[in-house]
C-alpha cells in the first residue's frame, strides 16, 4: 500500500495547548519528521487548538506553517477550559479520524504510518493503543466488542495518544449534547462508547506504542484529590452521565472495570496522600470521600473508608505503615520507586509556585 499516492485527510492530530509553547514546538517538530519523510502530507492534518495563551504559542505555530500546509492553528479568543479546548481541538479536525495528543507528549518513530494503514485497511471506528496498559490480554491486532473494550480498557480508553477515534462521533455527539454535557475529565471517553454504540463499528486494539515518551509526569503537580477526582470518581461519572444512552452490558463493563482496579487506585491515592499531600489536600480528600460514598457498591465503599481513615492518621504512624506495606508487597525496588516519586512531586509542589515554571500545573476542574 502506497500512503503517499492517497490525496484525502484520513487522520487529524489534534493538540489542545496553553501556555507550553517550548513543549509544543518539539512535539511538532517530531510529528514534522514522520510526516515529511514518509510523504504524508496529503492524508495527515496537524491542528493545534491554542486555548488563549499569552506565550510564543502562536508564533511558534506559525513558523512551522510557512513551511507545512497541513498545520491548522485555531486560537480561542478566551480560555475555555481544559475539557472544551479538548472537545473543540477533535470537533474541527478534518480528517476522517482523529488523534488526540497532549503538547508535552512525544510519539514513537514510524507510528503515523503504521496507524494509517490499520485505518485504512480495517476502518474501525475506534483504534486504541494497548501497549501502555499493564496486563498483555490482547498480544496482537484484534477486532474486540464494546462490552469487552471497556471491561479492560475503560481507563486507557481516555489518555491522549492511546486511541484513535472517528471524527463524525465526536461531531455528531456535540450536536446533540452539547459541550456541558461531557465530563470534565474522560469526554473523550464517553465519545467512544457512545459513537461505537450508535454506528454498531469495529472496535480495533493493538500494541502500537504510539506516545513512547512525554513529559505529563513532570508538569503534571498530583495529590490524592487528583488521583481521586481524575482516576476513579469522574470514571465513575463518565459512565454514569451516559447511562441512558447506551447498552446495560455496557454500563456493567465499565463498573466491573472499576471494581477490579481498584486495589491499586487505593495504594496510588495512599501513598500520594501520606507522602506528598499537607494537611489541606488530606482534608481536600476525606471530604470528597465522604460527600460521594453513598454512589458507589459496599466494596467499593471500604476500599474508599480505608483511604479516608489512612489519611486522618499522623504521619509519624501512616509513613512507617505504608513504607512496610510497600516494601512487603513491591519489595526493595517498590520502596526506592516510592521515594524517587515522593522526591519529585515535592521538588514539582514548589516549582508550580514559580512564574518561571508556570508550565507545571495541577488539574482544575471545571465545574
Known amino acids: 500500500m502506497k500512503l503517499k499516492n492517497l490525496s484525502r485527510k484520513i487522520l487529524t492530530i489534534a493538540i489542545p495547548t496553553w501556555n507550553r509553547a517550548r513543549y509544543l514546538k518539539g512535539l511538532i517538530d517530531q510529528l514534522v519528521v514522520q510526516i515529511n519523510t514518509f510523504k504524508l502530507e496529503q492524508s495527515i492534518e496537524i491542528l493545534i487548538s491554542d486555548n488563549a495563551s499569552d506565550d510564543n504559542t502562536r508564533q511558534v505555530v506559525d513558523d512551522f506553517i510557512k513551511n507545512s500546509s497541513y498545520i491548522v492553528y485555531s486560537r480561542n479568543e478566551k480560555n475555555i477550559g481544559a475539557k472544551s479546548n479538548v472537545l473543540k481541538s477533535m470537533e474541527i479536525a478534518s480528517g476522517e479520524y482523529v488523534l488526540l495528543i497532549g503538547d508535552d507528549d512525544r510519539i514513537r518513530n514510524n507510528c503515523l504510518v503504521d496507524i494509517l494503514k490499520i485505518l485504512i485497511e480495517s476502518k474501525p471506528g475506534v483504534l486504541i493503543d494497548i501497549s501502555g496498559f499493564r496486563l498483555k490480554l490482547h498480544e496482537k491486532r484484534s477486532e474486540i466488542p464494546l462490552n469487552e473494550l471497556v471491561r479492560n480498557y475503560y481507563w486507557l480508553m481516555g489518555n491522549a495518544g492511546h486511541y484513535v477515534v472517528k471524527t463524525e462521533y465526536v461531531k455528531s455527539n456535540l450536536k446533540i449534547f452539547g459541550y456541558d454535557y461531557f465530563n470534565e475529565c474522560w469526554p473523550h471517553t464517553q465519545i467512544?462508547?457512545?459513537?461505537?454504540?450508535?454506528?454498531?463499528?469495529?472496535?480495533?486494539?493493538?500494541?502500537?506504542?504510539?506516545?513512547?515518551?512525554?513529559?505529563?509526569a513532570e508538569l503534571m503537580v498530583y495529590s490524592s484529590f487528583y488521583l481521586l477526582r481524575t482516576c476513579?470518581?469522574?470514571?465513575?461519572?463518565?459512565?454514569?452521565?451516559?447511562?441512558?444512552?447506551?447498552?446495560?452490558?455496557?454500563?456493567?463493563?465499565?463498573?466491573?472495570?472499576?471494581?477490579?482496579?481498584?486495589?491499586?487506585?487505593?495504594?496510588?491515592?495512599l501513598q500520594c496522600g501520606i507522602f506528598v499531600d499537607d494537611a489541606k489536600q488530606k482534608q481536600q480528600t476525606r471530604t470528597h470521600i465522604i460527600n460521594n460514598i453513598t454512589k458507589f457498591t459496599l466494596k467499593e465503599q471500604l476500599y474508599l473508608l480505608i483511604i479516608y481513615f489512612g489519611l486522618a492518621l499522623p504521619g509519624f504512624i501512616s509513613k512507617p505503615l505504608s513504607n512496610l506495606f510497600i516494601f512487603l508487597l513491591k519489595g526493595a525496588p517498590g520502596l526506592e520507586k516510592k521515594n524517587e516519586f515522593v522526591k519529585t512531586?515535592?521538588?514539582?509542589?514548589?516549582?508550580?509556585?514559580?512564574?518561571?515554571?508556570?508550565?507545571?500545573?495541577?488539574?482544575?476542574?471545571?465545574?
Do not use: W
Not at 469522574?234 to 477490579?260: F, H
Open 192 to 216: 467512544i462508547i457512545l459513537g461505537i454504540s450508535q454506528s454498531k463499528e469495529l472496535c480495533i486494539v493493538d500494541n502500537l506504542t504510539i506516545p513512547e515518551t512525554g513529559f505529563h
Open 345 to 367: 512531586e515535592l521538588q514539582k509542589k514548589i516549582s508550580e509556585s514559580k512564574p518561571q515554571t508556570r508550565d507545571v500545573r495541577r488539574l482544575e476542574f471545571e465545574k
Open 232 to 269: 476513579y470518581f469522574e470514571l465513575l461519572n463518565s459512565i454514569n452521565d451516559i447511562k441512558n444512552n447506551i447498552s446495560e452490558d455496557i454500563y456493567k463493563a465499565a463498573r466491573l472495570y472499576m471494581v477490579k482496579s481498584l486495589p491499586q487506585q487505593l495504594l496510588n491515592i
